[in-house]
């Protein structure tokens, strides 16, 4: 079965999942957790998939394997806090693949990074998390709309939606907002854009199989199922869905639940 929806074209399965035929999907934070298993799941449905993140030997790794499992991968070793190596990462996509169908801006760190870093490692985690992934979606995106053709996903965080973490916050925050608005500009171009928000994943193989906390292949697998059926933004267990709504409804319920957990600028606890 085919079909055409905002986004990619995809073929169905027996068992319902899109096949990304030969799709050109990136995947940023590729090396490690989220997005190396995303890396996984989109090259398992036949996606050929650009692997970046900053350790090459990891990301050699993560191609060796999808490639050994029969799909198709490249290792772009790539720091997306600076701007010329997102450049470059972009151009050896296109040298390699001539497009770029789906990008998938995973990259993000820094949960409960204290106030007191220094000024350049919070501009640093900003360019990171942030400016990185604005830097990308400004680099694919004429493409996409040119062949009114692709899917874009950011992978921001609950603490996104609830003001719970200053700094990891800001950039979640500023995820959101930039994609979010992005998928208004950009409806009916072709192109679909879609935010994943997960809440806390076991992303450490050693303490797997805690009740409710999800791994990250069913993030992954999640993911990949945006790409052909995209979503303004699914939470990730679904049941974070509830504190976003209180967040927004009853903000003082939020403020009573974190009081005792407060944490000063200096990192310590009050
Ligand atoms: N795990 C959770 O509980 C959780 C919850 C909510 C949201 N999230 C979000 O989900 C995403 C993935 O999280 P994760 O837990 O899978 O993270 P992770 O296991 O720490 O992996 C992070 C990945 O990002 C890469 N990376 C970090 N800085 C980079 C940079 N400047 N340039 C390129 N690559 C960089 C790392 O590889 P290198 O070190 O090799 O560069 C690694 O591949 C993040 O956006 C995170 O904020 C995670």
Same mark, same amino acid.
Do not use: G, K
């Given at each position: 079965m085919t079909g055409t929806q905002a986004g990619v074209t995809q073929s169905t399965t027996r068992s319902g999942h899109a096949l990304l035929d030969r799709e050109v999907a990136i995947v940023t934070g %590729? #090396? %490690?957790g989220i997005g190396a298993a995303t890396a996984r799941a989109l090259a398992r449905r036949g996606a050929r998939v650009v692997l970046a993140a900053r350790r090459a030997e990891r990301l050699d790794a993560q191609v060796a394997a999808i490639t050994r499992a029969g799909g198709s991968a490249l290792a772009v070793p790539t720091d997306v806090a600076d701007p010329l190596q997102v450049e470059a990462l972009v151009r050896r996509t296109l040298d390699v693949y /001539? =497009?770029?169908d789906v990008l998938v801006n995973n990259v993000g760190g820094g949960a409960f %990074? &204290? $106030? !007191? $870093? /220094?000024p350049a490692e919070i501009t640093r985690m900003i360019d990171a998390n942030l400016t990185g992934a604005i830097l990308l979606v400004r680099a694919v995106l004429p493409g996409m709309i040119e062949r009114r053709h692709g899917a874009i996903i950011a992978v921001a965080a609950v603490t996104g939606a609830v003001a719970l973490d200053p700094l990891y916050s800001a950039t979640k925050f500023g995820l959101r907002g930039f994609t979010l608005s992005l998928r208004r500009q950009v409806a009916g171009s072709g192109v679909a854009v879609s935010v994943i928000s997960p809440g806390y +994943?076991? !992303?450490?193989p050693a303490h =797997? #199989? =805690? &009740? $409710?906390v999800p791994g990250p292949d069913a993030v992954a697998r999640r993911i990949a199922d945006l790409v052909a059926h995209p979503h303004r933004e699914v939470f +990730? &267990? =679904?049941?974070?869905r509830a504190a976003v709504w209180v967040e927004h409804a009853l903000p003082w319920a939020w403020d009573l639940a974190i009081r005792s957990q407060v944490v000063q600028p200096s990192g310590a606890s009050r």
């Open positions: %590729a #090396s %490690a /001539e =497009r770029v %990074a &204290p $106030l !007191t $870093l /220094e +994943i076991q !992303t450490d =797997r #199989s =805690r &009740p $409710l +990730i &267990p =679904r049941f974070h």
